[in-house]
């Protein structure tokens, strides 16, 4: 089963795709996490990417497109994925459907984890309070004023790609304000998928 979550930056996506992961065998694709994985790696693509994610902005749509591409295609994700942060813009979302047509990949659900931008500023300052309790280290985006950029992002170019999916559909929705076993239940509801134990 090949599956979206889609949602604004802090809703739950990246949880959720790990539970998924996790309980039933579909690989989590965070677009996020290669890039971060790029940046660490001192690569010519972190180095762009730095600069772009710390400023809550898009990395080019071409780039990401070409490395989703690719990934899907890699042994782990033959039993299924979960694609966490990608499409992220219409051209994305356009042109995912596209490549999944030309490997013959079905695409069984586009959920959309919602949560209002109060809660989300919420859940940042709730974050950082603690990391900075424990002494670990916070993702450098991970500002309230970084989050709003994202928001203005998620508002302007990833949100018209709700109404994408809507109309041919596809899309479905999940309370994000839930505790996270309640969200993964809902998923999991809107997916058919049996909950174990
Ligand atoms: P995430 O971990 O999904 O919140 O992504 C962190 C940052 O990586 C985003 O704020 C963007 O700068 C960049 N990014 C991740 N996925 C994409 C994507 N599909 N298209 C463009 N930029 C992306």
Request: charged letters at 30%; a negative charge.
């Amino acid at each position: 089963m090949n599956m979206i979550l889609l949602g604004p930056p802090g809703a739950g996506k990246g949880t959720q795709a790990s539970i998924l992961e996790e309980r039933h065998g579909l690989k989590q694709l965070s677009t996020g996490d290669m890039l971060r994985s790029a940046v660490a790696s001192g690569s010519e693509l972190g180095r762009q990417a730095k600069q772009i994610m710390e400023d809550g902005q898009l990395m080019p749509d071409d780039l990401m497109i070409e490395m989703i591409s690719r990934r899907i295609d890699e042994p782990d994700c033959r039993k299924g994925f979960i694609l966490d942060g990608f499409p992220r813009t219409v051209p994305q979302a356009e042109s995912l459907d596209e490549l999944l047509e030309q490997k013959g990949l079905a695409l069984e659900a586009v959920i959309e984890i919602k949560v209002p931008d109060e809660a989300l500023v919420r859940r940042i300052e709730t974050r950082r309070a603690e990391s900075a309790r424990n002494g670990s280290a916070a993702r450098s985006d991970d500002t309230v004023e970084t989050l709003n950029k994202r928001l203005a992002v998620y508002h302007g170019q990833t949100a018209p790609i709700l109404p994408y999916y809507e109309r041919t559909g596809r899309l479905k929705q999940v309370d994000g304000l839930a505790p996270i076993e309640e969200v993964t239940a809902q998923i999991e509801e809107v997916l058919g998928v049996a909950v174990k134990g």
